[in-house]
Nanobody, 125 residues
Framework: QVQLVESGGGLVQAGGSLRLSCAASGRTFNSHAMGWFRQAPGKEREFQCYITWSGGSTYCAVPVKGRFTISRDKAKNTVYLQMNSLKPEDTAVYYC??????????????????WGQGTQVTVSS
């Protein structure tokens, strides 16, 4: 019922910036929060940032706090992840996800119902 499409990934040099976009369509009125996660080869999918859809409250994981910023454009049904001061260890596939329930932890991937296809971010040194 909800479709999420990420875009904006690519190849950047260390220290550079990227802005990822996640366009949502379908029955998005049920959404409580939107989150960004990333998964590097051989690693678990890990939480980056989330934003509540109605109130716009945000939280980012400590390792990226201060470098990454999540935002939303309600009129466009779009969520963004601004990534600055990128490091090679940020290389991963980045996913956006829709958390329908207002309960449960927003930092857990298994609490999210809908996922995008992912967009590759590669940071070279």
């Amino acid at each position: 019922q909800v479709q999420l499409v990420e875009s904006g990934g690519g190849l950047v040099q260390a220290g550079g910036s990227l802005r990822l976009s996640c366009a949502a369509s379908g029955r998005t009125f049920n959404s409580h929060a939107m989150g960004w996660f990333r998964q590097a080869p051989g690693k678990e999918r890990e939480f980056q940032c989330y934003i509540t859809w109605s109130g716009g409250s945000t939280y980012c994981a400590v390792p990226v706090k201060g470098r990454f910023t999540i935002s939303r454009d309600k009129a466009k049904n779009t969520v963004y992840l601004q990534m600055n001061s990128l490091k090679p260890e940020d290389t991963a596939v980045y996913y956006c996800a829709d958390k329908i329930a207002s309960w449960g932890s927003e930092v857990r991937a298994d609490e999210y119902t809908y996922w995008g296809q992912g967009t590759q971010v590669t940071v070279s040194s």
